[in-house]
């Protein structure tokens, strides 16, 4: 059983920076893509980022790119998200989950994803 436990969010004022992390409990982490989503009040979860399994490959949603990155550390059972020039707009729940199919890859659907972590809250202020 995977479990996923976000953690780093805080309030920040605009163009400020924060790192959240993911850690996840379970021997598979080092074969499975992860992904970063995030909702808003009153919106649907919205998908934020993506990397592969080994790391070496990475996806965005246009609102971040350039902004956010993403990454893992096999060895620790961890993923991260780099948030930079954080905007207002970014003030959501952030949550991370894994892709359930691997030949899935690519996708932005929230539904091909499994095992979301609680999530942590992100408030950015103009």
């Known amino acids: 059983q995977v479990q996923l436990t976000e953690s780093g969010g805080g309030s920040v004022q605009a163009g400020g920076s924060l790192r959240l992390s993911c850690v996840c409990s379970g021997p598979t982490f080092k074969w499975i893509h992860m992904g970063w989503f995030r909702q808003a009040p009153g919106k649907e979860r919205e998908f934020v980022a993506a990397i592969r399994y080994s790391g070496t490959d990475t996806i965005y949603a246009d609102s971040v790119k350039g902004r956010f990155t993403i990454s893992r550390d096999n060895p620790k059972y961890t993923m991260y998200l780099q948030m930079n020039n954080l905007e207002p707009e970014d003030t959501a729940v952030y949550s991370c989950?894994?892709?359930?199919?691997?030949?899935?890859?690519?996708?932005?659907?929230?539904?091909?994803?499994?095992?979301w972590g609680q999530g942590t809250q992100v408030t950015v202020s103009s």
């Open positions: 989950a894994v892709l359930v199919r691997t030949t899935d890859w690519g996708t932005k659907d929230p539904d091909f994803y499994r095992y």
